[in-house]
């Protein structure tokens, strides 16, 4: 069984800086994309960043030169570098993973999510 957990939310005050992390947890599985998404209340959940196995990296135009994604394949985790935040970043953030197994194929799993309130 494969699971998702991030962490790494918390109140913050506008142009402060937040990290966010992710672990893949489970056996025999090999993770492919990883990416962040945010959901803000009364909003449609969106996509905030990906990074692929190999690295390639895609960010939304509203985090371009703020946040940074990052994985570490050994560690089977994934980690969003937040700085520069804004009122507008609260939301809740969610890791996202689509992760192989023998038994099921690719499968798309979620984190739990983590609060990020920007706030003065």
């Known amino acids: 069984q494969v699971q998702l957990v991030d962490s790494g939310g918390g109140l913050v005050q506008p142009g402060g800086s937040l990290k966010l992390s992710c672990t893949v947890s489970?056996?025999?599985?090999?993770?492919?994309?990883m990416a962040w998404y945010r959901q803000a209340p009364g909003k449609q959940r969106e996509l905030v960043a990906d990074?692929?196995?190999?690295?390639?990296?895609k960010y939304a135009d509203s985090v371009k030169d703020r946040f940074t994604i990052s994985r570490d394949n050994a560690e089977n985790a994934a980690y969003l570098q937040m700085t520069s935040l804004k009122p507008e970043d609260t939301a809740v953030y969610y890791c996202?993973?689509?992760?192989?197994?023998?038994?099921?194929?690719?499968?798309?799993?979620w984190g739990q999510g983590t609060q990020v309130t920007v706030s003065s």
């Open positions: 489970g056996s025999d599985f090999d993770i492919k994309a």
């Open positions: 990074i692929t196995s190999s690295g390639y990296k």
């Open positions: 996202n993973a689509h992760v192989l197994t023998p038994r099921v194929g690719v499968f798309e799993y």
